[in-house]
């Protein structure tokens, strides 16, 4: 399961960190990711970060200014978001499989089996 929390509303040029707990793995092999779903549009990709190398991708959108960490002792994924935009604003997903999947696929929507719920982030002009 997956437990997403820390979205809100916040002035363009703000910050905003989200979570996401997830329970109940069987396997210490993972990749965890964000999307967003703009108001109107479609679901995409932010950020991905894999366990096995700890590698991270980003969206060119959002690189520079988003950081996808894991919490280790928490067993959490957060997404820092900095210098935010009003075309920021979305329902924010996490996403996660229990697997090493290659680095192409990180990006991809259907290689996640597992999603949260949704938090929203709002950020004011």
């Known amino acids: 399961q997956l437990q997403a929390s820390g979205g809100g509303l916040v002035q363009a040029g703000g910050s905003l960190r989200l979570s996401c707990a997830a329970s109940?793995?069987?396997?210490?092999?993972?990749?965890m990711a964000w999307f967003r779903q703009p108001p109107g549009k479609e679901r995409e990709f932010v950020a991905a970060?894999?366990?096995?190398?700890?590698?991270?991708v980003y969206a060119d959108s959002v690189k520079g200014r988003f950081t996808i960490s894991r919490d280790n002792a928490k067993n959490t994924v957060h997404l820092q978001m900095n210098s935010l935009k009003p075309e920021d604003t979305a329902v924010y997903y996490c996403?996660?499989?229990?697997?090493?999947?290659?680095?192409?696929?990180?990006?991809?929507?259907?290689?996640?089996?597992?999603w949260g719920q949704g938090t929203q982030v709002t950020v004011s002009s």
């Open positions: 996403a996660d499989v229990e697997s090493h999947i290659i680095l192409s696929s990180m990006r991809s929507a259907t290689s996640y089996p597992y």
């Open positions: 109940g793995r069987t396997s210490g092999t993972f990749t």
């Open positions: 970060f894999r366990r096995s190398g700890g590698n991270t």
